[in-house]
C-alpha cells in the first residue's frame, strides 16, 4: 500500500519557521520526485517544490524561493521542506506528492501519481 505521511504542520507567528516532513513507503523511492502542494482556503492548490530523487534536480516556486529549502533522505524515505520567514501568504494545507518523473514535471498537480492527506500550516501576522 502506497503511503505519503506529512508532519511537522503547526501555529507560527510571522518571520518564524517550521519543518515539514513526508515519509513515504510502498513504491520505490529512489525512482520518484517528491514535492509539496500546498492549497489556502478559497485559492487554488499551487506547486511549492519538489526534488528528483533519481535526477537530483530541484523545483522551487518563485514564491518560496529563498525561504524555502527541500531535502531528501533516501535511508529513511523522508523528504522534508525547512521553512523559513514564513509569512501570512504561506498559511495553507500542504500536501506531500510523488511522481515517477523529474522535477520539472513537479508543478503540475494533474501528473502526481500519489497524494498524502495533508499538513496545515498557519502562519499569523
Known amino acids: 500500500e502506497v503511503q505519503l505521511v506529512e508532519s511537522g504542520g503547526g501555529l507560527v507567528q510571522a518571520g518564524g519557521s517550521l519543518r515539514l516532513s513526508c515519509a513515504a513507503s510502498g513504491f520505490t523511492f529512489g525512482l520518484y520526485s517528491i514535492g509539496w502542494f500546498r492549497q489556502a482556503p478559497g485559492k487554488e492548490r499551487e506547486a511549492v517544490s519538489c526534488?528528483?530523487?533519481?535526477?537530483?534536480?530541484?523545483y522551487y516556486a518563485d514564491s518560496v524561493k529563498g525561504r524555502f529549502t527541500i531535502a531528501s533522505d533516501r535511508a529513511k524515505n523522508t523528504v522534508y521542506l525547512s521553512m523559513n520567514n514564513l509569512k501570512p501568504e504561506d498559511t495553507a494545507v500542504y500536501y506531500c506528492t510523488a511522481i515517477r518523473l523529474g522535477a520539472s514535471w513537479c508543478s503540475i498537480a494533474s501528473l502526481m501519481d500519489y497524494w498524502g492527506k495533508g499538513t496545515l500550516v498557519t502562519v499569523s501576522s
Open positions: 526534488i528528483s530523487n533519481e535526477y537530483g534536480n530541484i
